[in-house]
C-alpha cells in the first residue's frame, strides 16, 4: 500500500530500547508478594541408585518452607513426555520422573528440591540433604553405549538403543557398486552447551479461589508449555497463564519443558504461595540441554569426472539419559537426515541413525538442529572428494550443483525443494573474495611457508517446520501452523497479536513493519503483543526460523484482510465500488480523485463507532488469520572462509569471511544482518573453540566458563555480508527463515579453510573443535615429527 515500502526498510529494533536502558522484563524481574524460592539438589553420580534421602535437617531449618523427593511427587505429577515419537524406528518411552526415585541417570539429575523464603537459605538448605548414593556403572560415549556389555541406563531400552531409524532414496547399493570412486570419513559433531544469556527461570502463582495458574517462564513456545503443564500438573488447560515476555535467547534450548518448571508448579499449588525458581549458570551447563553430539561414518560416491551418484550415513545419536520434552529425536533423524543430500543433484541417499542414550545431559535442538550436522558432513564431504580427484571444489560444486531451471526439485530423501539459485550464490561470494586472485597469493604463500586457505560452504536449509499434516507422519506431537490477528483500534493505533515468541528475533520489529506497509500505518503507532497466551489465542512458538516465515505470514494475511474491510468501507464512505478504491500511504481514494479520500485512521474510528457502515458489515477493524504452509521454505546461500594457521602453534585466524546468503524477501535488513552475524559467530564456536567433554565417570569437566570456550569479540572475524532475493512460494510474503543460517552454514566453511591450508602437509581431516593443541598435533603427525603423539 505504501508508495514508500516499509518491506526492505532498515528499522531499529523497537524492542532493544528498554533493553539497553535496563526496563526490559524478564523472568527474573518479576517480584510477587509472598514469594518463596526454589533451589534444586542435583546429582553428583552420572549413575547411582539412590540409597535413602534424609531431608529432615533441611526441613528443620529456620524459613525452609518445604523439601520435596522423587517419592514426594510420584504419582502426583507425570512424567516428563517426549514429543518427537519418531514412527517406524522401534522407538522407546523410559520414565523420565521431574525428580529421580531410584536411579540417578546423569550428573546434574534433579534429587531434592527446597523451598524456602530467600534464594540463599534455599541454597543452604540444600547442603543439609543426606543423600546415599551407590555409584553404577557409566557410559558417556554414544557408540560405547550400544555395544554388547555396556552399562544400562532404562531396563525398557535394550542395549540403550532409544530407535533405529533409517531413509532411503534411489538405489544408493548400485551407485556405491557402481561408483568409479568412493570416498569415506568419520565425523564427530561434538557435544555443544548452547548458554542463551539469560538461564532458564519460572515463577509459579496459584490462586487457589479461581483454580488457575500464572507462570513467568523462559521458553520459546508458551502455548506449547502451557499444554505440557497441564497434562503434567492434572490442571485444566484454560486455567493456566503462560507469560513469556522478554526471553534472553534461546538458541533452541527453551524449545523443551524442563522438570524444574513442572516442579514449581507443584510447590505454588502445595504451599499457596508464589514460587520462584532461577537457575545459575553452572545449572544451565548439566540441566539445560545440549545440542550435537554426534558420530557419523559418511561415504560418497562418484564418477572419474566428478558426478556425485551417491551418498551413504550411518551416524549414532548421543541422546544423553533421557528424551527430553522438546525436538530431541526429530533433530538427528528428519531434521539431519532429510537434508544430507545439501544443493547437490545426488540421485541415490541411504541414511541410517542409531539413537544411543548415555549418561549425560539429554540433547536436544540447538541452533539449526540437524541441519547443520548434515551440512557438516556434506559439504566436508565434497571437499574430500576434490582433493581425491585433484579438482578444484569449486568447479566439482559447479558440476553438482541443482540447476536453477530444476526447481522444484525432488531429493533422494523425498524433500521437496521449492525455490533457489545456488550458482548466483556462489557467483556473487567468489567476486567477493576474488577467487582467482587468491589462488594464485595461495601459492606464492605456500612458497613462502605459509598455510592459508580457502574454505567453501554452499548450503541449503529447510526450515519453518511444516505443514501441520506432515508433523503426525514424522511423529511430532504438536500443529504448525500460526494465528495472527490484527486490531485497529477507534484512535487507529493497531495492536498485532502472534503466536510466534521471539527471544531476540525482533519480531516486534518486523511484524510492525508488515502491517505499516500494507495500512499506511507508522509504524510507531503498532504495538506487536506476543508470548501471553492469555492474550493470545494460540501459537506454536518461535524455533526452526519459522518465525517470519509462519508467523509472519499469518500476520500478513490478516492484514491483508484488514485492508479489504478497510477499503469496502471507505467505498461506502465515498460512495463508490470498492473495486474503485485505492489504498495509498494510509489514505483511501477512488481511482483518479485523489483530492478527496479518508485516511487509515478515519476508517479505523468509523469502524469502531459502527454509525455508518454498509449493510452487512460487522463493528470493529479486527482481523484474524490462520496459516499452515503446504512445504519448509527454503533459504540457501555460499559462505567461504579464508584462514590461515601458524604452523608452530597451531593457531587458527581467519583473514576473511564472507557470506551471501539468500532468505527470500527481506524485511528488515538490518535484522536479517544480525541474525546472520549470530548464527556464523556460534558456527565459528563449534568449529574452533567450543566442545562439552565429559570424563569416562560422567563428569562435565568442562562445566563453566573457564572450561567452556565461547568465542569473544576478538576471536569473531569482520563479516562481509551481501545477499541474492529468490522468493519464498510457499509465503504470502515471498519471506524465509533466516535465524538458523548462518550456524548452517558457517562450521564446514571454517574447516574447509583449515584443511585446505594444511592440504600441502597431506592433512585431510580434523576433528572439531580446531583448537590450536589437535591442529599443531596433526601438523608433527603429519611431518612425521617425534611430537605427534
Avoid at 566 to 579: G, M, Q, R, T
Avoid at 642 to 656: M, P, S
Wanted: proline residues 6%; charged residues 20%; glycine residues 10%.
Amino acid at each position: 500500500m505504501a508508495a514508500t515500502s516499509m518491506i526492505g526498510a532498515a528499522v531499529k529494533r523497537r524492542e532493544d530500547p528498554r533493553f539497553i536502558t535496563g526496563h526490559g522484563q524478564y523472568t527474573d524481574d518479576i517480584k510477587l508478594p509472598g514469594m518463596v524460592h526454589m533451589a534444586i539438589l542435583r546429582s553428583p553420580y552420572a549413575h547411582a541408585r539412590i540409597k535413602s534421602i534424609d531431608t529432615s535437617k533441611a526441613k528443620a531449618m529456620a524459613g525452609v518452607r518445604a523439601v520435596y523427593t522423587g517419592k514426594d511427587l510420584e504419582g502426583k505429577v507425570g512424567n516428563m513426555p517426549p514429543v518427537f515419537i519418531i514412527p517406524d524406528a522401534n522407538f522407546k518411552t523410559p520414565a523420565y520422573p521431574v525428580i529421580a526415585i531410584d536411579t540417578v541417570r546423569y550428573t546434574g539429575d534433579q534429587v531434592a528440591v527446597v523451598v524456602a523464603d530467600s534464594p540463599a537459605i534455599a541454597r543452604d538448605a540444600l547442603d543439609q540433604i543426606d543423600v546415599d548414593y551407590e555409584p553404577l556403572p557409566v557410559v558417556v560415549n554414544e557408540e560405547e553405549a550400544v555395544k554388547p556389555g555396556a552399562p544400562q541406563l532404562h531396563s525398557d531400552v535394550p542395549d540403550n538403543v532409544l530407535f533405529h531409524w533409517k531413509i532411503a532414496g534411489g538405489d544408493p547399493d548400485a551407485a556405491f557398486q557402481n561408483a568409479e570412486v568412493v570416498i569415506k570419513e568419520r565425523f564427530i559433531q561434538q557435544r555443544l552447551i548452547p548458554n542463551a544469556m539469560e538461564p532458564r527461570s519460572a515463577v509459579a502463582r496459584w490462586d487457589p479461589g479461581t483454580g488457575e495458574l500464572t507462570i513467568w517462564h523462559t521458553t520459546q513456545n508458551p502455548h506449547i508449555t502451557r499444554f505440557v503443564f497441564s497434562l503434567l500438573n492434572g490442571i485444566p488447560e484454560n486455567k493456566i497463564r503462560v507469560i513469556s515476555r522478554d526471553v534472553g535467547g534461546g538458541f533452541g534450548s527453551k524449545i523443551d519443558t524442563y522438570p524444574s518448571d513442572v516442579v514449581a508448579i507443584f510447590a505454588t499449588r502445595d504451599l499457596g504461595l508464589p514460587v520462584k525458581w532461577v537457575e545459575d549458570r553452572r545449572e544451565n551447563f548439566v540441566g539445560t540441554i545440549h545440542g550435537r553430539a554426534q558420530t557419523q561414518e559418511a561415504e560418497l560416491a562418484a564418477t572419474r569426472d566428478g558426478k556425485i551418484t551417491g551418498v551413504r550415513v550411518k551416524s549414532y545419536a548421543n541422546m544423553g539419559a533421557y528424551t527430553s520434552t522438546g525436538p530431541a529425536a526429530g533433530v538427528p533423524t528428519w531434521l539431519f537426515g532429510l537434508v544430507v543430500p545439501g544443493a547437490y543433484t545426488i540421485p541415490n541417499a541411504q541414511i541410517e541413525v542409531i539413537g544411543a542414550m548415555t549418561n549425560t545431559t539429554p540433547t536436544s535442538a540447538y541452533r539449526g538442529a540437524g541441519r547443520p550436522e548434515a551440512s557438516y558432513l556434506i559439504e566436508r564431504m565434497v571437499d574430500r572428494l576434490a582433493g581425491e580427484l585433484g579438482m578444484d571444489p569449486v568447479e566439482l560444486r559447479r558440476k553438482n550443483l541443482i540447476p536453477a531451471d530444476a526447481f522444484p526439485y525432488t531429493s533422494a530423501t523425498g524433500l521437496v525443494y521449492d525455490s533457489g539459485n545456488y550458482q548466483a550464490a556462489l557467483d556473487k561470494a567468489l567476486a567477493m573474495v576474488g577467487y582467482d586472485s587468491f589462488r594464485q597469493e595461495q601459492r606464492q604463500q605456500r612458497q613462502q611457508g605459509k598455510y592459508v586457505g580457502i574454505g567453501f560452504s554452499t548450503y541449503m536449509e529447510c526450515c519453518g517446520l511444516a505443514p501441520s499434516r506432515l508433523m503426525d507422519d514424522i511423529g511430532f506431537q504438536a500443529g504448525q501452523w500460526e494465528v495472527g490477528t490484527v486490531r485497529l483500534l477507534a484512535t487507529g493505533k493497531a495492536i498485532v497479536l502472534t503466536g510466534t515468541s521471539p527471544h531476540g528475533q525482533g519480531e516486534e520489529t518486523t511484524f510492525a513493519q508488515i502491517v505499516s506497509d500494507k495500512l499506511g500505518l507508522p509504524i510507531e503507532d503498532i504495538e506487536v503483543v506476543h508470548g501471553d497466551t492469555g492474550a493470545i489465542s494460540m501459537g506454536w512458538g518461535t524455533y526452526g526460523s519459522r518465525g517470519n516465515a509462519v508467523g509472519g505470514s499469518a500476520v500478513y494475511l490478516a492484514t491483508e484482510k484488514v485492508l479489504e474491510k478497510s477499503k469496502k468501507l471507505a467505498a461506502h464512505l465515498l460512495e463508490a465500488a470498492p473495486e474503485d478504491i485505492v489504498a495509498e500511504n494510509g489514505k483511501f481514494f477512488v481511482a483518479g480523485s485523489p483530492g478527496k479520500s479518508f485516511s487509515i485512521q478515519d476508517i479505523a474510528l468509523q469502524a469502531n463507532l459502527a454509525w455508518n457502515l454498509p449493510d452487512g458489515m460487522a463493528p470493529g477493524l479486527e482481523e484474524n488469520s490462520f496459516f499452515d504452509p503446504l512445504n519448509f521454505v527454503f533459504p540457501f546461500g555460499t559462505h567461504i572462509c579464508v584462514a590461515e594457521v601458524d604452523a608452530e602453534t597451531g593457531e587458527t585466524k581467519i583473514l576473511r569471511y564472507i557470506a551471501v546468503d539468500d532468505c527470500g524477501v527481506v524485511i528488515n535488513p538490518t535484522i536479517v544482518d544480525g541474525q546472520i552475524h549470530g548464527g556464523i559467530a556460534q558456527g565459528i564456536g563449534q568449529a574452533l573453540y567450543e566442545h562439552a567433554i565429559y570424563d569416562e565417570n560422567g563428569n562435565l569437566i568442562t562445566g563453566s566458563m573457564m572450561d567452556y570456550v565461547v568465542p569473544n569479540a576478538r576471536q569473531i572475524p569482520f563479516m562481509e555480508l551481501d545477499r541474492t532475493v529468490t522468493p519464498a512460494p510457499q509465503t504470502p510474503h515471498g519471506a524465509k527463515g533466516i535465524g538458523e543460517a548462518g550456524t548452517i552454514a558457517s562450521t564446514q566453511a571454517v574447516v574447509n579453510a583449515v584443511v585446505d591450508a594444511l592440504a600441502p602437509l597431506g592433512i585431510k581431516n580434523l576433528d572439531m573443535p580446531l583448537t590450536p593443541e589437535r591442529v599443531w598435533h596433526a601438523i608433527q603427525q603429519a611431518r612425521g615429527g617425534s611430537n605427534g603423539h
